[in-house]
Every structure is written in structure tokens, then in C-alpha cells.
């Protein structure tokens, strides 16, 4: 059995994050990193790339045809990103809880949307929503 940070390492979960583009325009990477790293979880990879219409679609899938939609492809195509794949005990719904709410109005205080985001539109960081999202973001963006 391996006891990595304070977890046994078969049971962590992986989450998808993507540091969306205002973080990378607004230099929060470094902040926004270093929470993460606060709670003990751990940074398994991590690259930059401009995400595609096409990345973008089948990552918002559910949120075809919303109104907010093609702002929101316009916003999260509008500059680099940066994908991380991290693990840690129950990160899944501890990174949701870190991210905050979606609307940063709403978010409690020290979360990352409620410390440095002010619009839902740009909310600075994305956050797999459970085991199966995060199966299927970390196979379709990790190659
Ligand atoms: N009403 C809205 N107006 C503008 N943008 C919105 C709205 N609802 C959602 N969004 C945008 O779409 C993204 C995806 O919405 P979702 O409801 O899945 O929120 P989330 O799970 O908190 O965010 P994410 O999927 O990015 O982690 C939000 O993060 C936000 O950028």
C-alpha cells in the first residue's frame, strides 16, 4: 500500500481543472495554484493550449443552445488555458467547494471565484462535477 500526502494512493480521486483565460490575462495562475496546493492536493499534469470551438462544444456540451452559450465559447476560446489533472482525497467535491459557487456573488469568502472572480460570465476556473465528468474531460483533454 503507498500513503501519499496523507491519502492511500488507490483510493485519490483526479479531477479536470482548467484555468480559464481571464486567470492567465489577470496573472492569478501563481494564487489560484497555490490554494490548490494549500489543501495537500497534488498537481499530476498541467499544459497550456488555446481550447477550439470544437474542445470548447464537447466540453459545455450540456450547455448547447443556452443563451449565454456563444459568450461563452468567445470567452473561453479568447486566449490560453491551462489543463491540470489533480488528485487528492475526495478532490472532486473538494476542488467545487474551493472553486465556490459559479456566480462569484454568490461565493463564499476565501473560495477562488469569491476571492478574485466578479462576473459568472468569467469565472476564472472550471472544475469537474463528478467522477464520471472527470473520466470523461481527463480522457478527452490528456492525451
Ligand atoms: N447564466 C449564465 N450567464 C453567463 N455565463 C454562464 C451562465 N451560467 C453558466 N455560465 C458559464 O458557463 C460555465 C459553465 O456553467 P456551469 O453551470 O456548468 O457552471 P460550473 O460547473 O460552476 O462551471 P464550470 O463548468 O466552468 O466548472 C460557467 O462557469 C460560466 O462561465
Known sequence: MIIYKGCIRVQCEKTLIILKPDAIKRNLVGKIIGKIEEKNY????????????EDLTYHYDEHKGKGFFPDLLDYMSSGPVVIMVVSGDNVIKGMRKLCGA??????????????????KNENLIHSSDSIESSKREVAYFIK
Open 42 to 53: 497534488t498537481i499530476e499534469s498541467m499544459n497550456m493550449k488555446t481550447l477550439s470551438v
Open 102 to 119: 459559479t456566480d462569484p456573488l454568490e461565493a463564499d469568502a476565501g473560495t477562488i471565484r469569491g476571492t478574485y472572480a466578479s462576473t
